[in-house]
């Protein structure tokens, strides 16, 4: 019998996927890594379905990979195992609004853009952009993060309270609605970034800000990587209510300039953004100004207008596609290597001579105030050379990094393709960690072949 007919002993026809369409749909995420298709797709409506799925499942030992809207990069929600792939996008509730508590409830499957519709009606909004449009549940996986991440940080620091479901079916709810807690051993923040290892998260509690009253952007053009890098070391340093600080080099620029029609000044290039009251804004844009010109910024535009900042901020969110039109029949791979903010302008200038050594196209984005930089990379996954070129940039730039205090990930995550980088940063942490996996998923159902070897 197979496993879709077992399913539908328990579970309604409406809850479970058919057709090659959603299989392949729940095959792959927007990662180099090869699908592998689910032997059946289940569409979780409650944390009831999803505790009832999982009780199952452990019981027959079953794999369960869960899905939300599948934007993940290092291969999360691929199903290496077949088993079934949980969709979550069902769960797409804000289930209430505290604005005095700047906090709002969750369900897992709710996109990041619909949190920020409904919060925008009480002057709020979440403040987490990884700049795709993922739920809330997938992005606390992963412990995303993104361009805000300088002024607001990433998912651990913005989410207060989990429910998560156990391999067993059973329901747990770490962390609370205040802001800080002394009371035990901090699951919550276990959890964030677990990958769907240890659980299944179908509700949050998640911090929000309030909408700032003025904002400008910026756009300069540094003669060189270094420059721009120590432009944004100094912002970052200063104290300037910088709220994004993005740096693109002059191949990322060009790609850009292809594909949006835009005219940017073909060189490294940072994206600033400041916020606050006017007359904060006003001062921090002029502080920008200042150190931009000791860093010799050849040009550097304003953009006031919600229009402009709208059209500066989407041609920086889409780099990957321009990347992909410049690059027809390739496919991308971008790395994920952070490194203190001291340590950029060497991390990014040592990429870019080794991605030019190994005669690879390379584009580079960093998310300069936190030291997090991506290698994006255009490879022929039918060429085996390519392939290995690729491998040993990734390799030798991780290896740099922890050479110098960084990690091999700022915030995709391991997923499948990092292992071998996670051993190596935390050769001595891995035994731990196979025992709390063990501890939270003694069969191992819970998404296998992600952060530690099976």
Known sequence: MTLRKLLAAFLPESQLGAGA????????????????????????????????????????????????????????????????????????RVLALRPADLQADVQAGTLRSELNRVAAREGLWFT?????????????????????????????ANVLALEVVLADGSVIRPGSRTVKSSAGYDLKSLFVGSEGTLGVITQLTVRLAGIPEHTVALRGSFPSLDSACQCA?????????????????????AAVNAYKGSAFAPAP????????????????AATVAD???????????????????????????????????????????ATDVCVPVSELAGAI?????????????????????DG???????????????????????????????ARGGTCTGEHGIGLGKIDHLEQEHSDLIPLFARLKESFDPNGILNPGKVIRA
């Open 21 to 92: 369409s959603v299989l392949d749909g729940h095959s792959s995420d927007l990662s180099y890594h090869e699908p592998c298709h689910p032997d059946a797709v289940v569409y979780a409506e409650s944390t009831e379905d999803v505790s009832r799925i999982l009780a199952w499942a452990n019981a027959e030992v079953v794999p369960v990979t869960a899905f939300g809207a599948g934007t993940s990069l290092e291969g999360h929600v691929i199903p290496v195992a077949g088993g079934i792939s949980l969709d979550l996008s069902r769960l797409d």
């Open 128 to 156: 987490v952009d990884p700049g795709a449009d993922a739920t809330l549940g997938g992005m606390a996986a992963t412990n995303a993060s993104g361009t805000t991440t300088v002024r607001y940080g990433g998912m651990r």
């Open 233 to 253: 070391a100094t912002l970052a340093a200063a104290g300037v209510g910088v709220q994004r600080l993005e740096l693109l080099d002059a191949p990322t620029i």
């Open 269 to 284: 290039t940072l994206f600033i953004e400041v916020a606050g009251t006017k007359a904060a804004v006003a001062g921090d």
């Open 291 to 333: 150190v931009a010109n000791w860093e010799g910024c050849i040009e550097l535009v304003e953009a006031h207008e919600a229009e402009a900042r709208s059209r500066l901020w989407e041609a920086r969110h889409h780099v990957l596609f321009a990347l992909l039109n410049e690059s027809p029949g390739k496919v991308h791979r």
């Open 349 to 369: 200038a040592h990429a870019r001579q080794l991605a030019d050594d190994l005669r690879l196209n390379a584009a580079i984005v960093a998310h300069a105030g």
């Open 372 to 402: 997090n930089y991506h290698v994006l990379l255009m490879f022929d996954p039918e060429d085996p050379d390519e392939r290995g070129r690729v491998d040993r940039l990734s390799t030798e730039i991780v290896g740099w990094a922890l």
